[in-house]
């Protein structure tokens, strides 16, 4: 079984709409972060946490918003869905212990 | 601020060739360097990483040596297969501080048979 697992893998969904990407992990690690990859552009940070009361924003967290429900659940909600942000989405988690992070598969999110 | 700059895609080359994929960073302190790639369809999976200056990386092959004074941390393999067809992703964290990952825009190869 997977380590880190995301739902949806693929979402098609319509301006103006709610949206929530589901994270989680088997790892038992105490740190998770939301990340959004756009072609030629990398990988870019979008929320982090490093335990269920500790929330921190990245680099384009506007538009997006976060909820770390366990420390083995980490949730990206778009409240409002703009075609912008059509992107594959990644969830990692990582520990305190080491500055290795571990991916989920991904989920491909198209706003029309 | 923090950034890595990677060599422009893609990149295409015939099987059994030499490969390699430049990268160099700008940073504040002391990061943590790290190859990351994405097969088709899959997340990014950790291939090689190095933690201070004149550490080298190896790992399927593949190897990068942490140069401080040249501030980067090229990707080599001498010998390349079709199976590592991927995209290829440097990036830094910082050991002090939030551990985040800063990435490189990343490097598509294609390896030919």
């Known amino acids: 079984d997977a380590d880190v697992t995301q739902t949806p893998r693929n979402r098609i969904t319509k301006t103006g709409k709610r949206i929530m990407l589901e994270c989680s992990q088997t790892k038992g690690h105490d740190r998770m972060y939301w990340y959004r990859q756009d072609p030629g552009l990398g990988l870019r940070l979008i929320y982090y946490s490093f335990d269920v009361k500790d929330i921190n924003k990245g680099e384009i967290s506007d538009g997006y918003s976060v909820s770390r429900q366990a420390q083995a659940k980490f949730s990206l909600s778009l409240e409002s869905a703009i075609p912008n942000q059509t992107a594959l989405y990644f969830c990692a988690t990582g520990s305190s212990r080491t500055d290795t992070q571990y991916f989920g598969p991904g989920t491909r999110l198209t706003v029309l | 601020g923090d950034s890595v700059t990677q060599m422009e895609g893609p990149v295409t080359l015939s099987e059994e060739a030499f490969l390699t994929i430049n990268c160099t960073y700008t940073?504040?302190?002391?990061?943590?360097l790290f190859w990351y790639v994405q097969y088709p369809g899959e997340g990014l999976q950790l291939l090689l990483k190095?933690?201070?200056?004149?550490d080298k990386g190896s790992n399927k092959g593949f190897e990068a040596t942490y140069r401080k004074e040249t501030t980067s941390f090229h990707l080599e393999k001498g010998s390349v297969q079709v199976s590592d067809s991927a995209v290829y992703f440097c990036a830094l964290s910082l050991i002090q501080g939030a551990q985040k990952l800063v990435f490189g825009q990343g490097t598509r190869l294609t390896i030919n048979p």
């Open positions: 190095a933690t201070k200056a004149d």
């Open positions: 940073a504040t302190g002391y990061p943590s």
